[in-house]
């Protein structure tokens, strides 16, 4: 399996996944134009992507499917309360409901449930050839009930949306400070790192740190809690990498 996030943050999201059948994306909330330059770059044609799964329907996730599923006739992925907003927003002719897992070519896709204020959102653990890796964005919080499916998986995509003190101290009204950090909105670094550490096992080699905010976070700061609350727990990985909001990671290989 290989994986590149190809952008991350919140004016923009969309990671690129690969096996030896299928090649897919989560997300394009970029626009259309930047997610075909970004695969260009890794060396895949746009019109070669078998399918797009969509995490929930803010702005920052789908800004980019329409255009991209008009030039390229590419197939949805979607729960069925997904697929009830985005009707409503543009035509959608390919398209696959999603309510249960799912096989997409060689690829074994099990849905989850995230807590986002939105009508409906979801997580993904994507399994080939008896690796796995999980995709986690958008949550206050994760259900103690998927707990036990995330453990030890390969490579996890996780969000490392804000710290907390610089999300108190700036400029974000009260309201909207209270929602980023209440079971609706966002993982802090602490979050992030905490759940890292839950899950993680000795299969994991790789961690993706990903949807940092721009205003309440940096690259230092979410790397300096992971890197600490891995110290303090004597914990290890081989490769942490930060996603990054117009620069995609390098091609991961798991």
């Known amino acids: ?25 989560i997300d394009i909330g970029t626009t259309s134009l930047y997610a075909e330059r970004k ?16 995490t929930h329907t803010h702005t920052d996730h ?14 949805l992925y979607l729960t069925s309360g997904i697929y009830k907003e985005l009707m409503t927003m543009f035509p959608i002719l390919e398209y696959q409901i999603i309510n249960d897992d799912f096989i997409l070519n060689d690829v074994h896709v099990e849905i989850f449930k995230t807590s986002h204020d939105a009508a409906d ?4 653990i994507i399994s080939c050839d008896k690796v796995s ?10 259900n103690i009930k998927n707990h036990n499916k995330l453990k030890n998986k390969e490579l996890y995509i996780i969000e490392s949306n804000h710290d907390v003190e610089m999300l108190m101290n700036g400029s974000y009204p009260y309201n909207v400070k209270q929602r980023i950090l209440g079971d609706v909105g966002h993982l802090s670094n602490k979050d992030c790192s905490n759940y890292i550490i839950k899950f ?7 961690i993706v740190l990903i949807h940092l905010s721009e205003e309440n976070n940096t690259p ?33 290989e798991v």
Do not use: W
């Open 62 to 75: 789908i800004s980019g499917i329409r255009v991209f599923i008009k030039k390229y006739k590419t197939k």
């Open 1 to 25: 399996m290989k994986v590149c996030v190809l952008a991350s943050g919140s004016k923009g999201n969309c990671t690129y996944i690969e096996t030896k059948k299928a090649k897919f994306l």
């Open 39 to 54: 695969l260009k770059e890794i060396g895949v044609d746009p019109k070669d992507i078998d399918g797009i799964l969509i």
């Open 121 to 124: 959102s979801n997580g993904y």
């Open 220 to 252: 230092e700061k979410a790397l300096e809690m992971l890197d600490n609350t891995l110290l303090k727990q004597n914990k290890k990985v081989e490769h942490i990498y930060i996603a990054k909001q117009s620069e995609r990671t390098d091609l991961i």
């Open 133 to 142: 890796a999980v995709y986690i964005t958008d949550t206050g919080y994760i």
């Open 200 to 206: 993680m096992g000795e299969k994991t080699k790789n």
